[in-house]
């Protein structure tokens, strides 16, 4: 799993997708079956669907994952 975090400097990774599944696809070498989630600028987490490292749409997490996500935010600052 690959953790984003929206900063909220320019271009939203909601709005950015593609781009950002391009530039991340590169620096990992391969987003491969990994999942990509982003925490938006709302603090809310969401996964970008990827398929062969392109952008293929976005899924909800549900309300039990979101709490995982941000305990282990909390635990990895």
């Given at each position: 799993m690959l953790i984003l975090l929206d900063l909220d400097r320019g271009a939203t990774i909601t709005n950015s997708a593609e781009q950002v599944v391009r530039l991340v696809d590169g620096l990992v070498d391969?987003?491969?079956?990994?999942?990509?989630?982003?925490?938006d600028t709302a603090g809310r987490y969401d996964e970008i669907l990827v398929d062969s490292g392109v952008f293929r749409g976005f899924k909800a997490c549900s309300i039990s994952q979101q709490d995982f996500l941000r305990g282990l935010l909390l635990k990895s600052l």
């Amino acid at each position: 799993m690959l953790i984003l975090l929206d900063l909220d400097r320019g271009a939203t990774i909601t709005n950015s997708a593609e781009q950002v599944v391009r530039l991340v696809d590169g620096l990992v070498d391969g987003i491969g079956k990994r999942r990509l989630i982003y925490r938006d600028t709302a603090g809310r987490y969401d996964e970008i669907l990827v398929d062969s490292g392109v952008f293929r749409g976005f899924k909800a997490c549900s309300i039990s994952q979101q709490d995982f996500l941000r305990g282990l935010l909390l635990k990895s600052l």
